[in-house]
């Protein structure tokens, strides 16, 4: 008998698709449990008792939340197609670059979509500033980390992704090809990889999620 593994996740949130993609990369089966994230369900409650927030991760009966400890979890328990360097001082750097990203630069760009219109182009700077240091830590690689995806990767999915969308929701420049076009190519690159692609929500469909989100 294999063991459990359950995702639970909402199909336009970049956090769930960390989860699913890392599991992918590592080639571990799961159960997906889809959630309404406007009607949550007793089990999610019960797994997530302080966030009651997706993804959450259930393994052989005990669940992790929060998408950075989940994935933190998934490359300390499934050893194939490593997410993390080895060498000490890499993998700091990594963790790094993850908290960068997960704190600072998705804070900058949330402000950016909610903050009124006279605190909205300083929002765009903050922004701004966070995708031009991303774009020199790329510094010519094709992903992150070198040449395959790994964690810092996956933890900017939501950038990759979801952040073209928003913007042209938005009418706003944040990212292109002129200002930073490694970054660009990154994006590019990512979201070309078979293995991301079949995960991605249709492309018209996030627009029209998060055209709804946005008007909440």
Not at 65 to 81: G, N, R, V
Request: with cysteine; net charge negative; glycine share 6%.
């Amino acid at each position: 008998m294999g063991e459990e593994v359950k995702v639970f996740g909402a199909w336009g949130s970049p956090f769930s698709s960390k989860v699913e993609l890392a599991l992918r990369l590592k080639g571990v089966p799961y159960d997906y449990i889809e959630e309404d994230l406007n009607n949550k369900s007793s089990l999610l409650l019960q797994y997530n008792p302080v966030y009651k927030k997706v993804p959450v991760l259930i393994h052989n009966g005990k669940s992790i939340a929060e998408s950075i400890i989940i994935l933190e979890y998934i490359e300390e328990t499934w050893k194939a197609y490593p997410i993390l360097p080895q060498d000490p001082n890499d993998k700091a750097m990594a963790r790094f670059w993850i908290n960068f990203i997960d704190g600072k630069c998705s804070s900058a760009i949330r402000k950016v979509a909610f903050s009124p219109e006279e605190e909205r182009e300083k929002a765009v700077e903050e922004a701004c500033e966070c995708l031009k240091t991303l774009e020199s830590a790329l510094n010519g690689k094709k992903f992150f980390g070198g040449d395959t995806i790994g964690m810092v990767d996956i933890v900017a999915l939501f950038i990759a992704f979801w952040l073209r969308p928003f913007q042209e929701i938005k009418g706003l420049e944040l990212l292109s090809s002129e200002k930073f076009p490694n970054l660009f190519k990154w994006t590019d690159d990512f979201v070309s990889c078979s293995i991301v692609t079949e995960l991605l929500p249709p492309r018209d469909k996030l627009v029209a999620h998060i055209k709804a989100h946005l008007s909440k």
